[in-house]
């Protein structure tokens, strides 16, 4: 898909909850099956594992109990084919839809293809994985078997050093997008390496980060970051100017919703309570962008999924005045 020129912005509206505590405990990550299958992988609480629900927010049961100790990031491939990356254990895992143990690599150390502490994992567009060796500082793509093809960053806050790596992601033309964690900051790379933009500093205001946790990218080439220390979700244009920002808007999901109404005194509660705190976003620790523009955020404080829709339109260069020195939106 072509990158638009610019976009008209009409909404970015909430769709959806998905996952209740019971179900989808502390999630840190999410990807999608076949058949309509959810993958979530959660961590602690209640298990560490990945929970299965579906679009109807039917509980399928779980997959890998006992089988991860810290695990912080999970890939789908076409396949169903399951990828945990387990801080923990510097490995990787891979294991089929029906939890069935594939094949583990990696190991604790600084060489070439080995992790310490490894998190955020993306696939780049031919199937390799971008993964973030996070107290080695940098990054490394591997194979989908776990060989080693590429690292590039290194400890340091200049422009392309990185403290603690964390959330990645790779746009359609390849760059690779990392979340500085330490340094509350968004850099870009391209597919070799080579420092192209950062943007963001510490601070709670518009465009500051407090712990970056994730990045997402979709096709339009707009940027989101989980500003996981500030408990929201900020969207940035492909040039890292601040747009809006995400804080929480759920309802309860079909599976919370079954639970309530069977449960008088938590009903009571419900009725007596502020609701309002109840919808914000707690802790949110990844984000994913599907094709059809859906924004996926794993808000791990509450146990659940909040899911909104964007409504943007493309522009071409012609549609469109040349930038203003002071621009003011009025709403029309």
């Not at 143990?101 to 992790?115: K, L, P």
């Not at 510490?202 to 970056?212: I, K, L, M, T, V």
């Not at 059809?292 to 808000?299: A, G, Q, S």
């Amino acid at each position: 898909m072509a990158k638009p020129f610019a976009l008209l912005r009409s909404s970015f509206p909430f769709e959806m909850t998905m996952g209740m505590r019971r179900v989808t405990s502390n999630p840190v990550d999410i990807g999608f099956g076949k058949e309509g299958r959810v993958h979530i992988l959660t961590r602690g609480g209640l298990g560490t594992e990945v929970r299965v629900i579906n679009w109807e927010d039917e509980n399928l049961g779980t997959r890998g109990e006992g089988k991860f100790t810290w695990p912080a990031s999970l890939l789908v491939d076409d396949d169903e084919m399951l990828y945990i990356s387990d801080e923990a254990k510097h490995s990787v895992t891979i294991m089929d839809k029906d939890g069935n143990i594939q094949s583990t690599w990696g190991e604790e150390g600084s060489d070439d293809g080995q992790f310490n502490r490894p998190s955020s994992m993306t696939f780049d567009s031919d199937g390799n994985i971008i993964i973030s060796d996070t107290m080695n500082h940098r990054i490394q793509r591997v194979t989908r078997e776990g060989k080693h093809l590429q690292t590039f960053g290194e400890f340091g806050d200049g422009d392309g050093q990185l403290n603690m790596p964390w959330g990645n992601a790779v746009d359609e033309d390849g760059n690779v997008y990392v979340c500085d964690w330490r340094n509350d900051r968004i850099q870009k790379f391209s597919a070799d390496g080579a420092f192209l933009m950062k943007f963001g500093s510490s601070g709670a205001e518009n465009g500051q980060f407090d712990r970056p946790s994730s990045v997402a990218v979709d096709a339009h080439g707009d940027i989101y970051v989980c500003d996981w220390g500030n408990d929201r979700v900020q969207l940035f244009n492909p040039e890292g100017r601040y747009v809006e920002q995400f804080i929480g808007d759920a309802n309860l999901s079909k599976s919370g919703l079954t639970y309530v109404l069977a449960n008088q005194a938590t009903l009571r509660l419900r009725e007596m309570a502020d609701l309002e705190p109840a919808k914000r976003l707690r802790s949110p620790i990844t984000i994913k962008v599907d094709s059809d523009f859906r924004l996926y955020i794993c808000d791990f404080g509450s146990h659940r999924i909040q899911v909104y829709k964007k409504e943007a339109y493309p522009l071409s260069e012609d549609q469109i005045a040349p930038p203003l020195r002071n621009p003011v939106l009025f709403t029309t």
